[in-house]
């Protein structure tokens, strides 16, 4: 347990972080390493804001949405500022865009965030919400268009980096048929910033960036990526963010009455609803990739098979299934959730996404695990957060089996979820909604 002189040592540390990383209308997830805006990053940082500043925190998502593409899409990253030297820039990317952006999206976390704002922070909302679910409706039926175009009720990525989990081991395979041949040769930033044993491998980069070639080379032309792009992916993490986005912005239009964007968010959650039980593994006992190229189903577990409780209502069985798994995985490891599977052979408890614990994937399967029911479990996870963060500090991510922190330092999603969540003074635990 934390004792609350700590606690107030680490909200303060908290609050001094996201003010640090505060480039005026949006938040660095770190400087250095990171020094632009990040989607998910952005969205989710929102949350810790708000617990200090109310409306630098619906900023934050207003800042994000204004680099909404004419297509609807919201790119990974917006480039406000040029930085010499990083990798890729705007220049590898060539969005076209001003602000320069790069070529693809993130998890759609913002509609949740929103609604999560919405409830937490005391005032009439809706003149400054309005706007923001136009976007994001947009940006919901931009995935239905370009990342489901035969309606099969899964979206797929075009890159690793779309899901946010860059070098997780199930993109391994995927990845495997790609030719790297033509990418010729680059610098990379983050591996002199960071500990190269922490950061994907080089062999992971060319693949990243023969993908970022082939979206650069067809203008990033919808239509062609689906059809022809070499690595396109449907993964539990992401459809079941967006079935938790799509929930979460029907039941804000129909707080602040925008009848068509019920019926337009309402057509695309019952198509997810029903598409994601293509993810599901027999073998696994679980949710898996599944490689839509190659049609085949990735029999590994990994923490995005457990957003799936996030994403929407699990029935009994399937929920035991994932709580039962979940003691175990516990059995192998000091602090959860791990990113990956920690009894397969590719886990590595320090390698990015090939195992760490992430903050605000914790703060997500909580969120999920209380509305099954299990606040138990829930409140475990908060705590191991707390405690990792009480041991390593505010770190990008950090080791499930030493509680070392890894990647970034002063890093704003986990000080935001300290705040919002983990920390024994924060404001909202789970609540179920
Ligand atoms: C890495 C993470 C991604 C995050 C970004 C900025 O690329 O994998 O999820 O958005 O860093 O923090």
Redesign the pocket.
């Known amino acids: 347990m934390i004792n609350p002189e700590t606690t107030a040592r680490l909200d303060t540390k908290a609050q001094q972080i996201l003010r640090a990383n505060d480039k005026g209308g949006y938040t660095v ?1 770190t400087k250095g390493l ?1 020094p632009f805006q ?1 989607n ?2 952005s969205a989710l940082t929102a949350l810790g804001i708000a617990c200090f500043d109310a409306d630098r925190a619906w900023r934050e998502i207003e800042t994000l949405l204004f680099a909404q593409w004419d297509n609807g899409m919201i790119p990974h990253i917006v480039f406000w500022q040029h930085q010499e030297g990083y990798f890729p820039g705007p220049g590898e990317w060539q969005s076209g865009r001003t602000p320069p952006t790069s070529g693809i999206t ?1 998890p759609p976390v913002a509609a949740t965030i929103v609604r999560q704002l919405a409830n937490f922070l005391p005032g009439d909302h809706s003149i400054r919400v309005t706007p923001m679910l136009h976007a994001l409706d947009r940006w919901h039926q931009w995935f239905a268009d370009a990342r489901d175009p035969d309606g099969r009720g899964v979206v797929a990525i075009m890159h690793p ?1 779309e899901s ?3 070098n997780l081991p199930d993109w391994d395979a995927p990845l495997a048929h790609i030719d790297t041949s033509h990418v010729g040769a680059f610098m990379r930033r983050d591996t002199q910033l960071v500990n190269a044993a922490e950061r994907p491998r080089n062999h992971d980069y060319d693949h990243y960036m023969a993908l970022v070639q082939f979206g650069r080379n067809c203008q990033w032309d919808v239509k062609t990526i689906a059809e022809k792009c070499p690595f396109w992916v449907a993964e539990p993490g992401m459809n079941a963010i967006l079935r938790r986005a799509e929930r979460d912005l029907v039941a804000l239009a129909m707080q602040f009455n925008l009848p068509g964007i019920v019926t337009r968010a309402t057509h695309r959650l019952a198509r997810l609803d029903h598409g994601f039980n293509q993810l599901w593994s027999d073998i696994a006992k679980g949710y898996t990739t599944l490689d839509l190229r190659n049609n085949k189903l990735e029999h590994r577990l990994s923490s995005g098979s457990w957003l799936s409780i996030y994403g929407g209502p699990e029935n009994e069985k399937r929920a035991e299934i994932h709580f039962s798994t979940l003691n175990r995985w516990r059995q192998k490891i000091r602090f959860a959730l791990p990113s990956f599977d920690p009894g397969d052979p590719a886990f590595d408890d320090i390698r990015y ?1 090939r195992g760490p614990v992430w903050a605000m994937i914790n703060w997500m399967i909580a969120t999920g695990l209380t509305e099954h029911g299990r606040p138990d479990m829930a409140d475990q996870l908060a705590d191991d957060t707390a405690a990792l963060i009480n041991q390593s500090a505010f770190r990008e991510y950090f080791s499930p089996v030493t509680g070392k922190g890894g990647g970034g330092k002063d890093f704003s999603w986990t000080a935001a979820m300290w705040l919002y969540w983990a920390s024994p003074s924060a404001h909202q635990k789970t609540e179920t909604q």
């Open positions: 997830p990171y990040w998910w990053d993130q980096w946010g989990r860059d996404w």
